[in-house]
T-cell receptor, first 114, second 118 residues
């Protein structure tokens, strides 16, 4: 079974603080894909990052960075020097290589306080 | 258009009415998904099309829900005899890659259609 767990329901940080959003996934597939999406108040989910299961290299892109650990089935997302515009709901998602469904977590609502 | 377009953005229906929600995906995108998002929850899969073929409808909650994509582009999600539990945001997403693609691409979402059933 495929499952994504985001244990953090809500997080509040003060502007310029760093914040890490946690994601734990479950899958029996050997090849799979992990995603992070951002949902601002307008409602449209915006793609942020995709990671393949066979690529554990972590990456930094501007203020965003990702930590993919297969050993712990985690795919955490960090925003450095947070800004008010980062306030949104963030979803982690999983897709297997043999299926067509994306499985989403329940989301983490991030509020950045000016 | 440049992105995924959904209409109507907001729909209020009386219980028992039929509704139709439209999705215009990104031109040329092979895959089209419908998701249901209840308040405070993540999107839940409803159905998937690859071109005009509906390959997976396992997420449709009942036979009152029906989706089609007759020409492999625009899709319509129809809900018959709406119930209060159908109230949710219905999200459409498209992707350039199909099932079993060697490099699964990301989803591009529309802004959703918010359905309220009174």
């Amino acid at each position: 079974a495929q499952k994504v767990t985001q244990a953090q329901t809500e997080i509040s940080v003060v502007e310029k603080e760093d914040v890490t959003l946690d994601c734990v996934y479950e899958t029996r597939d050997t090849t799979y894909y992990l995603f992070w999406y951002k949902q601002p108040p307008s409602g449209e989910l915006v793609f942020l990052i995709r990671r393949n299961s066979f690529d554990e290299q972590n990456e930094i892109s501007g203020r965003y960075s990702w930590n993919f650990q297969k050993s712990t089935s985690s795919f955490n997302f960090t925003i450095t020097a947070s800004q008010v515009v980062d306030s949104a709901v963030y979803f982690c998602a999983l897709r297997s290589n043999t299926g067509n469904q994306f499985y989403f977590g329940t989301g983490t609502s991030l509020t950045v306080i000016p | 258009g440049a992105g995924v377009s959904q209409s109507p953005r907001y729909k209020v229906a009386k219980r028992g009415q039929d509704v139709a929600l439209r999705c215009d995906p990104i031109s040329g995108h092979v895959s089209l998904f419908w998701y249901q998002q209840a308040l405070g929850q993540g999107p839940e899969f409803l159905t998937y099309f690859q071109n005009e073929a509906q390959l997976d409808k396992s997420g449709l909650p009942s036979d009152r829900f029906f989706a089609e994509r007759p020409e492999g582009s625009v899709s319509t999600l129809k809900i018959q005899r709406t119930q209060q539990e159908d109230s949710a945001v219905y999200l459409c997403a498209s992707s350039a890659s199909g099932v079993y693609a060697a490099n699964t691409g990301e989803l591009f979402f529309g802004e959703g259609s918010r359905l309220t059933v009174l």
